[in-house]
């Protein structure tokens, strides 16, 4: 633990070396430094540096390390598992101002951004460029690149474009020590030797801190279908995700399902949000928001429309809808986006973020309500997620108690990931919220294997320590 004696001489040298508006003490760092949206408590870090380049990341870094104070990254602080949540003792480093777009390279198809510019800054810029940016998430307008690659997010359009970490061919990354690794690699094919930023991309800031980007582009797309469906059972959910591969091939961007009780939750309670089937009073078993997106506006709206109506009439599907204008597509992703009401409603909620072999998350979503009920009477749940990418999402809440039942709703969630082979984290990462449970997904080799990369990069555990492993 450091002395006062070396905080204060490290602060020094820090402002020396990042000017004095880049450092901020104890009870001057900001009140949004001091949390991240995970809900945990707040802290009062010892500091919060905000380096205005990849030199001053560097100096910060070299600094910390020397007196060997611990630093915690921070993009966009919308992380959901404490991540970016700097203790007392330690001092949280901001790449607010690393921001913006360095280059487009319209030739290659990259964009190469600074690691603190906003998600739908990045969006907006390969847009402008006649290009798209794939990665998509609520948090677009608040979470930062360098933030979304450090925790390889997911969002809505995986089953089409891959996790974050599919999109990148390059990064700058600042090692604990201040070693700068300039790797702003535009090349597809690079195979001269380890390819070393899939080290940091996932890691959380626990191997180095991400300060430029080189992602990938893509075609801008030329047609959008969105249909919202109905599913008798969860066998029609498997059936229709097989068929929309088959039938719409890479133009499928979006297969996502909502449980009963999710749907109940949506369509009746979250604000401004419309039933798709309002007057069919039919309890369907799921309900299936499918999204399309292709390059032909003439072609591909009636090849959707001809695939859909084919599976309506063999009776596959007992009801289905296709949204017939923009207002119609958003008002369909509404109710898959209701979620982020849910807070309204059941406040300090528990949420979940699990992957699971998708032809069992029926059967556990039944076993987990079954032991739910057994085991914390009255406690409610809401299953909803991206499907089609082995990912659910779990919302839990028990009325009227000061502490919800963390420990014991966790016990059944994590011991039926481990039953079925899953994931304790699909897409939200570890932090600190989930590492107790990182063993019910990896094996000790596994984890071994990453402590003994952490040591190597990391010798004396200044970066982001106790995150993740
Ligand atoms: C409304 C809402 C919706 C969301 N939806 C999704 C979703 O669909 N899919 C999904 O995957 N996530 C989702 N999230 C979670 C969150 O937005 C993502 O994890 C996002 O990628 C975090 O980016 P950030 O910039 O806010 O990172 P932060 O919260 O600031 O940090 C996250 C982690 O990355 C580290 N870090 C941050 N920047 C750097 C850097 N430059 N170098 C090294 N380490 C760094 C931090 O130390 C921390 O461990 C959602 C969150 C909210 C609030």
Same mark, same amino acid.
Do not use: W
């Given at each position: 633990m450091p002395t006062p004696l070396n905080i204060s001489q490290a602060l020094e040298e820090l402002t020396a070396a990042l000017?004095?508006?880049?450092v901020f003490a104890e009870a001057d760092v900001?009140?949004?430094?001091?949390?991240?949206?995970?809900?945990l408590l707040p802290t009062q870090p010892l500091a919060m540096l905000r380096p205005a380049d990849t030199k001053g990341v560097s100096d910060a870094l070299r600094i910390c390390h020397a007196h060997g104070l611990s630093v915690v990254p921070q993009g966009?602080? #919308?992380?959901?598992?404490?991540?970016?949540r700097a203790e007392a003792h330690e001092i949280a480093l901001s790449l607010?101002?690393?921001?913006?777009?360095?280059?487009?390279d319209s030739d290659a198809a990259t964009l190469t951004a600074w690691a603190g510019t906003p998600l739908e800054t990045v969006q907006q810029a390969a847009l402008d460029a006649g290009?798209?940016?794939?990665?998509?998430?609520?948090a677009r307008g608040s979470c930062a690149i360098g933030g979304n690659l450090s925790t390889n997010a997911g969002g809505n359009r995986v089953i089409r474009y891959?996790?974050?970490?599919?999109?990148?061919?390059g990064l700058e990354v600042v090692l604990a020590d201040g070693t700068v690794i300039t790797s702003l690699n535009k090349m597809?094919?690079?195979?001269?030797?380890?390819?070393?930023k899939h080290l940091f991309i996932g890691s959380e800031g626990t191997l180095g801190i991400i300060t430029r980007v080189v992602l990938k582009l893509f075609p801008k797309p030329g047609s959008t279908m969105v249909a919202m469906c109905a599913a008798p059972d969860y066998a029609t959910v498997l059936k229709l995700l097989s068929s929309a591969r088959a039938s719409l091939g890479p133009l499928l961007s979006a297969f996502e399902v909502m449980w009963p009780d999710y749907w109940q939750f949506a369509t #009746?309670?979250?604000?401004?949000v419309r039933n798709p089937?309002?007057?069919?009073?039919t309890a369907y078993a799921a309900y299936v928001l499918i999204e399309a997106q292709g390059t032909d506006p003439e072609a591909d709206a009636p090849r959707f429309e001809q695939w859909l109506g084919g599976l309506l009439e063999d009776g596959t599907l007992p009801n289905a809808a296709v949204a017939q204008s923009l207002s119609g597509e958003k008002a369909f992703w509404g109710v898959r986006d209701?979620?982020?009401?849910l807070h309204q409603f059941w406040p300090r909620h528990l949420a979940f973020d699990i992957g699971l072999p998708v032809t069992r998350m029926d059967e556990y979503a039944r076993r987990f309500k079954q032991q739910l009920g057994d085991l914390v009477p009255g406690c409610k749940s809401v299953f909803y997620g991206h499907i089609g990418d082995s990912n659910v999402h779990i919302v839990t809440h028990l009325d009227?108690?000061?502490?919800?039942?963390k420990d014991a709703v966790e016990q059944i969630v994590y011991g039926l990931v481990r039953e079925y082979g899953g #994931?304790?984290?699909?897409?939200?990462?570890?932090? #600190?919220?989930?590492r107790r449970w990182l063993g019910h997904a990896r094996s000790p080799e596994q984890i071994a294997l990453m402590q003994t990369l952490k040591a190597a990069l990391d010798p004396k555990n200044i970066l982001n320590p106790g995150k993740v492993i």
């Open positions: 000017g004095p508006n880049a900001p009140l949004r430094n001091r949390n991240d949206y995970s809900g966009g602080l #919308t992380g959901l598992v404490g991540g970016a607010e101002r690393l921001v913006g777009i360095e280059e487009i290009y798209f940016c794939p990665l998509d998430l609520g891959g996790m974050a970490r599919e999109m990148v061919l597809i094919k690079n195979n001269a030797g380890f390819d070393l #009746t309670q979250a604000p401004g089937f309002a007057g069919d009073d209701a979620c982020g009401e009227g108690v000061a502490e919800q039942p #994931t304790v984290s699909a897409e939200h990462g570890i932090g #600190t919220i989930k």
